[in-house]
């Protein structure tokens, strides 16, 4: 019995003649793939602007330094979230204040932020965790007012919807991953997304050494262009190879998110029998593409959630701890923070399923066959 991987990205033929071509082309690097695939993601978000760079944990930097986020100043973000969150938040030498999150979504509200914004906070990082969308325009109204810059980390969030809109268009910026563990990718990628042409600018120069002319605007030009160097920057370029790859795979968003959602109601319903199991379900003022399906053990449950990862994994079934809580990590708990209930209940009670394109609807029927053995009492 093959064990059902938790993930396992659709890619194909097309895929790798996209990325061969741009070997056998002999420009590589960040180039004019890039700049195809920028402007071919941006419009489908329905941004003006997008900035591919080399993952969404860059991408969410490049939206602090252009914020002008530095030592000082406080970020909110959702201790509930991949840790990248708040590691952006250090490396721009910054604070990080862990919001707690509201439980039926597993996402930031603008209650949770308000209790933990204060005159240092200088912007906060709203992630659609799993790809459920977060309330932007709540948290919006609370911060404009106060001067707080919002971002969207909406790694997992390609192809989620916010009030009939896709999400990433929703804030100052929105960061996205390209990671093999998210919807689309490129095997590691990021895009950031803005309607500010001025944000946009910036975020390309900084990706790129602080160059004020981009090395392939350089080599294409029929004149000697030299350039220069106007800030201390870093290198977070998206290669033309991953670029080719990020092409193909927009063209296949639409039929990975429709596959998800449809396996996403099968669970949904396969599942609804277990008593006191939280299970995802789309918030009531948008879709999620169900990046990470998870689930929420009751606090009774005839089984605790290690145990259960360990039980499914001997029937063949790899599932995953649920979201991880960043406040609780080694590398945090030196951090004093207010209280973060709901995130430390959804961390500790949590599991994600196997969801993926190709996942087999009779694989499917085990899982849910199993878990539901398993938390019936
Ligand atoms: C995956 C993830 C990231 C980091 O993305 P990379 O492209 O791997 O850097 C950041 N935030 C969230 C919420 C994520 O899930």
């Given at each position: 019995?093959?064990?059902?991987?938790?993930?396992?990205?659709?890619?194909?033929?097309?895929?790798?003649?996209?990325?061969?071509?741009?070997?056998?082309?002999?420009?590589?690097?960040?180039?004019?793939?890039?700049?195809?695939?920028?402007?071919?993601?941006?419009?489908?978000?329905?941004?003006?602007?997008?900035?591919?760079?080399?993952?969404?944990?860059?991408?969410?930097?490049?939206?602090?330094?252009?914020?002008?986020?530095?030592?000082?100043?406080?970020?909110?973000v959702p201790s509930f979230s991949f840790i990248a969150t708040a590691n952006v938040v250090k490396h721009a030498g910054a604070v990080p204040v862990f919001a707690d999150i509201d439980g039926a979504t597993g996402n930031l509200s603008a209650k949770t932020v308000e209790q933990v914004v204060g005159p240092h906070t200088k912007a906060v990082i709203a992630v659609h965790q799993g790809g459920v969308p977060a309330p932007i325009n709540e948290v919006k109204e609370l911060c404009g007012p106060l001067g707080i810059a919002l971002v969207e980390d909406a790694a997992c969030a390609m192809g989620s919807t916010y009030e009939g809109r896709p999400v990433g268009a929703g804030a100052e910026m929105a960061a996205f991953s390209f990671h093999p563990r998210k919807l689309l990718t490129t095997g590691e990628g990021g895009m950031l997304t803005t309607d500010s042409a001025r944000f946009a600018t910036r975020a390309r120069r900084l990706r790129e050494h602080g160059m004020d002319v981009s090395a392939a605007d350089r080599h294409s030009a029929s004149k000697i262009v030299l350039e220069s160097y106007l800030e201390v920057a870093w290198n977070y370029r998206m290669t033309d190879m991953q670029a080719a790859v990020g092409l193909v795979q927009l063209g296949k968003l639409d039929a990975m998110v429709e596959r998800r959602r449809v396996l996403a109601r099968r669970y949904q319903e396969g599942l609804a029998g277990i008593p006191g199991l939280q299970i995802v379900a789309d918030p009531p003022y948008g879709t999620s593409n169900y990046q990470s399906f998870w689930i929420v053990l009751p606090d009774d449950a005839p089984v605790g959630r290690n145990e259960l990862l360990e039980r499914l994994l001997q029937h063949g079934i790899s599932a995953r701890r649920g979201i991880m809580a960043a406040h609780l990590e080694p590398a945090y708990l030196d951090g004093s923070g207010p209280e973060l209930p709901v995130t430390e209940r959804m961390t500790a009670q949590s599991l994600i399923l196997p969801l993926f394109h190709d996942l087999a609807e009779s694989d499917q029927d085990r899982i849910i066959e199993v878990l539901s053995a398993e938390l019936s009492r």
């Amino acid at each position: 019995m093959d064990t059902i991987p938790v993930m396992r990205p659709w890619l194909g033929a097309e895929e790798a003649e996209a990325a061969a071509a741009a070997i056998t082309s002999g420009w590589i690097a960040q180039g004019p793939r890039v700049a195809e695939f920028e402007q071919a993601l941006a419009g489908r978000i329905g941004a003006a602007h997008g900035v591919a760079v080399s993952s969404c944990t860059t991408a969410l930097h490049l939206a602090l330094e252009v914020l002008g986020v530095a030592p000082g100043d406080e970020v909110v973000v959702p201790s509930f979230s991949f840790i990248a969150t708040a590691n952006v938040v250090k490396h721009a030498g910054a604070v990080p204040v862990f919001a707690d999150i509201d439980g039926a979504t597993g996402n930031l509200s603008a209650k949770t932020v308000e209790q933990v914004v204060g005159p240092h906070t200088k912007a906060v990082i709203a992630v659609h965790q799993g790809g459920v969308p977060a309330p932007i325009n709540e948290v919006k109204e609370l911060c404009g007012p106060l001067g707080i810059a919002l971002v969207e980390d909406a790694a997992c969030a390609m192809g989620s919807t916010y009030e009939g809109r896709p999400v990433g268009a929703g804030a100052e910026m929105a960061a996205f991953s390209f990671h093999p563990r998210k919807l689309l990718t490129t095997g590691e990628g990021g895009m950031l997304t803005t309607d500010s042409a001025r944000f946009a600018t910036r975020a390309r120069r900084l990706r790129e050494h602080g160059m004020d002319v981009s090395a392939a605007d350089r080599h294409s030009a029929s004149k000697i262009v030299l350039e220069s160097y106007l800030e201390v920057a870093w290198n977070y370029r998206m290669t033309d190879m991953q670029a080719a790859v990020g092409l193909v795979q927009l063209g296949k968003l639409d039929a990975m998110v429709e596959r998800r959602r449809v396996l996403a109601r099968r669970y949904q319903e396969g599942l609804a029998g277990i008593p006191g199991l939280q299970i995802v379900a789309d918030p009531p003022y948008g879709t999620s593409n169900y990046q990470s399906f998870w689930i929420v053990l009751p606090d009774d449950a005839p089984v605790g959630r290690n145990e259960l990862l360990e039980r499914l994994l001997q029937h063949g079934i790899s599932a995953r701890r649920g979201i991880m809580a960043a406040h609780l990590e080694p590398a945090y708990l030196d951090g004093s923070g207010p209280e973060l209930p709901v995130t430390e209940r959804m961390t500790a009670q949590s599991l994600i399923l196997p969801l993926f394109h190709d996942l087999a609807e009779s694989d499917q029927d085990r899982i849910i066959e199993v878990l539901s053995a398993e938390l019936s009492r």
